[in-house]
């Protein structure tokens, strides 16, 4: 089945600066690529989400980039704001696991004021 | 609100008992999926239901069990159970249950077992 890497698993950021979260994954199948922020023990909010036609979805201070051919999709937050300190998770599917999600293991954003 | 619901919020038991979660999908979902979390496992797909039937099944253990009503909303029976259970178990709906569609996560369940 899909495999799903996430890096890093913790990340401290200024207010104010970029924060970069990375994942590969394995099946070439996965063909949607969503992104959750969870707050501490709150449910995973879906914040953005890219499909495997397109290669850069921006939303505001959120963008998602994605490269299928080496098989990773990245989570870009700019001017980063104390709100945005959270667990950020990635995850693919496929039609081929009728839409079953993979997730990454989480990337915990602190930014700092 | 994602519109999804879960109940209960909290539950406490002993090894050993059974429990049952519900949940009810967005209004129109028919696709409803169950997740565990846990500290060191993070999100783990267990279930998924469309429209009644079972349309995919991840790491559920045979002591746990789930079904989906013909009102759509679904229930994870959890059976014998240990203390390595103990983790917040959410439910998300969707469309269709088909491809690229996004889950809607409902507010989850913490179940802890002592």
């Known amino acids: 089945g899909e495999n799903v890497e996430q890096h890093p698993s913790t990340l401290s950021v200024q207010e104010g600066d970029s924060a970069v979260i990375k994942c590969t994954y394995s099946d070439s199948a996965s063909n949607y690529f969503p992104w959750y922020k969870q707050e501490l023990g709150k449910r995973p909010q879906l914040i953005i989400d890219i499909r495997s036609n397109v290669g850069e979805k921006k939303d505001q201070r959120i963008a998602v980039t994605l490269n299928k051919t080496a098989k990773h999709f990245s989570l870009h937050i700019t001017e980063t704001q104390p709100e945005d300190s959270a667990v950020y998770f990635c995850a693919a599917s496929s039609q081929n696991t009728g839409n079953q999600f993979y997730f990454g293991t989480g990337t915990s954003l602190t930014v700092i004021p | 609100d994602s519109g999804v619901t879960q109940t209960p919020k909290h539950l406490i038991t002993a090894t050993g008992q059974r429990v049952t979660l519900r949940c009810s999908p967005r209004?129109?979902?028919?696709?409803v999926y169950w997740y565990q979390q846990s500290l060191d496992q993070g999100l783990q797909f267990l279930i998924q239901?469309?429209?009644?039937?079972?349309?995919a099944k991840g790491n559920i253990l045979e002591r746990f069990s789930a079904q989906q009503f013909p009102d759509l909303h679904s229930e994870l029976n959890l059976s014998s159970l240990e203390l390595g259970d103990s983790a917040l178990y959410f439910c998300?709906?969707?469309?269709?249950?088909?491809?690229?569609?996004?889950?809607?996560f409902g507010p989850g369940t913490r179940l802890l077992v002592l």
């Open positions: 239901y469309y429209n009644g039937e079972e349309r």
């Open positions: 209004s129109g979902d028919l696709s």
């Open positions: 998300a709906s969707s469309a269709l249950g088909g491809g690229r569609e996004t889950q809607y």
